[in-house]
């Protein structure tokens, strides 16, 4: 089992840049595939993008490309968001998430792990 917890959320202006963490506890992390995940109020949660174990394969929903860049340290159990140019509509609530066997990597269906999340938001 794995237990994850966010970090790095909080206030900045359109345009600005933010770096969340998650930091896993538990065994194997190097097993997992990673994703973070985000929910705006009144919205859907929304896949932003996830990383393969080893962090060979990357995706990225559209709206972030180019501005969002996601990472992972297995030796620190971490997996990162490099957060830059961040408009308004990026404010919500960042999940991580975390599973060893994720056929569809855009589906949060597929993830059995999730931390509790953290705030980011935008002010324009």
């Known amino acids: 089992q794995v237990q994850l917890v966010e970090s790095g959320g909080g206030l900045v202006q359109a345009g600005g840049s933010l770096r969340l963490s998650c930091t896993a506890s538990?065994?194997?992390?190097?097993?997992?595939?990673m994703a973070w995940f985000r929910q705006a109020p009144g919205k859907e949660l929304e896949f932003v993008a996830s990383?393969?174990?080893?962090?060979?394969?990357?995706v990225y929903t559209n709206s972030v490309k180019g501005r969002f860049t996601i990472s992972r340290e297995n030796a620190k159990k971490s997996v990162y968001l490099q957060m830059s140019s961040l408009k308004p509509e990026d404010t919500a609530v960042y999940y991580c998430?975390?599973?060893?066997?994720?056929?569809?990597?855009?589906?949060?269906?597929?993830?059995?792990?999730w931390g509790p999340g953290t705030q980011v938001t935008v002010s324009s």
């Open positions: 990383i393969s174990c080893k962090g060979s394969e990357i």
């Open positions: 538990g065994r194997n992390f190097v097993n997992y595939a």
């Open positions: 998430a975390a599973d060893q066997i994720v056929p569809d990597y855009r589906s949060a269906s597929q993830y059995t792990y």
